[in-house]
């Protein structure tokens, strides 16, 4: 079993900038792939950026690039996520996820991963 725990998130203007942490206990050996998704009142939960825990290149969704950052503070142990030139839009429930099943590729589908964290929120004001 693998846990996850987010943290940092808060309220911010717009044009600001946080950096939200994730922290994974538990067997985290069976990390395969880990990653940030959103979800905002009334929407869906959507992909922000996901990476493989053995290395390699992030993908972003598209509304976030250039302005999001994933990183491995650790290999499948911390992940945290960096959000600069912040907007309303961004304003959302933040939620780490971590892939544990063997196969599949890099991808920002929801329903690919099969562990999730609480969340952590992120307000935006304009």
């Known amino acids: 079993q693998v846990y996850l725990l987010e943290s940092g998130g808060g309220s911010v203007q717009a044009g600001g900038s946080l950096r939200l942490s994730c922290a994974a206990s538990g067997d985290t050996y069976k990390t395969r792939f880990m990653g940030w998704f959103r979800q905002a009142p009334g929407k869906e939960r959507e992909g922000v950026a996901a990476t493989y825990t053995g290395g390699g290149t992030p993908v972003y969704a598209d509304s976030v690039k250039g302005r999001f950052t994933i990183s491995q503070v650790d290999s499948r142990h911390t992940l945290d996520l960096t959000l600069n030139s912040l907007k309303a839009d961004d304003t959302a429930m933040y939620y780490c996820?971590?892939?544990?099943?063997?196969?599949?590729?890099?991808?920002?589908?929801?329903?690919?991963?099969?562990?999730w964290g609480q969340g952590t929120q992120v307000t935006v004001s304009s």
């Open positions: 996820a971590a892939r544990t099943v063997r196969g599949g590729t890099l991808d920002l589908m929801a329903s690919t991963y099969n562990t």
